[in-house]
């Protein structure tokens, strides 16, 4: 065992290097190329922050610590191996959801305790725990709304008002609590209860089509409530780990809450994206369906094709046919790219993972700000599940709740053929102005199966 001084050497050099492989790993991260690795990295990271944590002084409970170690990253390494892609949001849901219960359970034990020292050491405390809370209850809800769960958003008349007296009484706990004036177990329980209630409350409202905005947002509180723990503890490798996830969560839900032309307060409580609503918006015209066999005929002929892949194409997991539907337009000369916005499918990046996941070439895959241009000279858009990011209302109608959200451009593509399992408004249950255009086509089923027909018919062109 090192002695004093170069044990705290070690310790500091160790947490220098996990900061490094933090900020490294999110950096590789931020491209499709590079995210692999970035994972690796960041890893690798925890794994130094993890072992040095050993060489504190006064460290005990080892009987404890080390089966729970092994306990978790076997649970992980299982769950994540059988976790299917289309899941992957309520699974990253799930585990924001841990991260943030722990910070909250760290915060606990210092809070009973009431060892935590300075009144800026005990708001620490206090603001970690009631953050990770209702960061934790929020993201259980998250993952229930996922997984389905929890099949509609509950709603009832002064909830809002309900919301903001958790808040208010949470927040007062919290001061009684730093500011030392009771902070007996009782009050501390009551903190803790008031916030996993706020968060249960907060979240359960919402629907399933703002869920990449939620996701993100639990994430930055989680990533916030790490840090204040961090301090909390004196530990350097928690500070830096929540700091790094807090602000790149923090950025992520504001690109996201841009990307929709809507305020994190709008996601938050107006309620849209209920997946239990009703239609909303009105629309002339009628769907015109066409067969797989005259869509893959269009689609060989053409010079140029668009798709757009949604939430449909991730619940059929068809992107592995889509792929090979894509390798055969391309022997054929056409030119196919994929236009991705930003919240597409159920989590940030959702589309890109699947299409990753699928063999996709990089190259190929476009977002919105480089892609949208091109489709006035596509001759055909295939749209694969998705739904209000290629709702034209979004440019036109002032009353549609989607009114300014960017979008793809699909509807100024020559033909629109749409992929969809039926009629249905889709996720937010707003009617889809797209599908009954002239120059938009239904085919309509499984995304899955009418990717083998349009494989089928593609090649019988020869």
């Not at 007296?165 to 501390?188: C, D, E, H, R, W």
């Amino acid at each position: 065992m090192p002695s004093g001084l170069s044990r705290e050497l070690v310790i500091q050099a160790s947490y220098f290097v996990t900061a490094v492989l933090f900020i490294l790993g999110l950096k590789r991260m931020s491209s499709p190329v590079t995210a692999r690795s970035g994972i690796l990295w960041a890893g690798a990271g925890m794994a130094v922050a993890t072992l040095v944590t050993f060489l504190y002084p006064g460290m005990t409970n080892y009987e404890w610590i080390i089966p729970a170690m092994f306990a978790g990253a076997a649970l992980a390494w299982w769950s994540g191996k059988r976790v299917a892609m289309t899941d992957m949001p309520q699974m990253i849901a799930l585990y924001n959801g841990m991260g943030g219960g722990a910070a909250a359970a760290i915060a606990a034990v210092e809070l009973y305790r009431g060892e935590t020292g300075s009144y800026a050491v005990t708001s620490l405390a206090v603001a970690g725990g009631l953050i990770g809370a209702v960061s934790f209850s929020g993201s259980l809800i998250a993952f229930g709304k996922l997984q389905g769960l929890i099949k509609k958003s509950y709603r009832f008349a002064g909830q809002q008002v309900l919301n903001l007296l958790l808040l208010v009484g949470a927040l007062a706990l919290g001061v009684m609590i730093a500011g030392q004036f009771n902070a007996s177990p009782a009050v501390v329980t009551g903190l803790f209860l008031a916030a996993l209630i706020l968060g249960f409350t907060m979240t359960l409202p919402i629907g399933g089509a703002d869920m990449p905005v939620v996701i993100s947002l639990y994430n930055a509180l989680t990533g916030l409530a790490v840090g204040f723990e961090g301090f909390v503890l004196g530990n350097a490798a928690m500070i830096i780990a929540g700091t790094v996830v807090g602000s790149a969560g923090t950025l992520l839900t504001q690109l996201m809450a841009k990307a929709m032309n809507r305020s994190l307060g709008n996601v938050l409580f107006s309620g849209f994206g209920d997946t239990g609503g009703a239609a909303t918006g009105t629309v002339t015209g009628s769907m015109k369906p066409i067969e797989a066999s005259d869509a893959g005929v269009t689609m060989a002929f053409a010079e140029k094709v668009i798709i757009v892949p949604g939430y449909g194409m991730a619940v059929a997991q068809a992107q592995h046919k889509i792929w090979e539907l894509v390798q055969l337009l391309i022997d054929r000369g056409v030119t196919v790219k994929f236009a991705i916005h930003p919240v597409a499918g159920r989590m940030p990046g959702h589309m890109n993972v699947l299409l990753a996941e699928a063999g996709v070439p990089y190259d190929l895959i476009a977002d919105l700000d480089e892609i949208n241009a091109e489709f006035e000279t596509a001759d055909v858009a295939l749209i694969i599940g998705a739904n209000d990011v290629v709702n034209p209302v979004a440019r036109t109608d002032k009353s549609s709740p989607i009114y300014g959200m960017p979008i793809l451009n699909a509807d100024k593509a020559k033909n629109v053929i749409v992929i969809k399992r039926g009629q249905g408004a889709g996720f937010s249950g707003i009617e889809n102005a797209l599908f009954y255009l002239d120059n938009t086509r239904m085919l309509y089923g499984d995304a899955q199966k009418a990717a083998s027909a349009l494989i089928q018919s593609v090649k019988a062109v020869g």
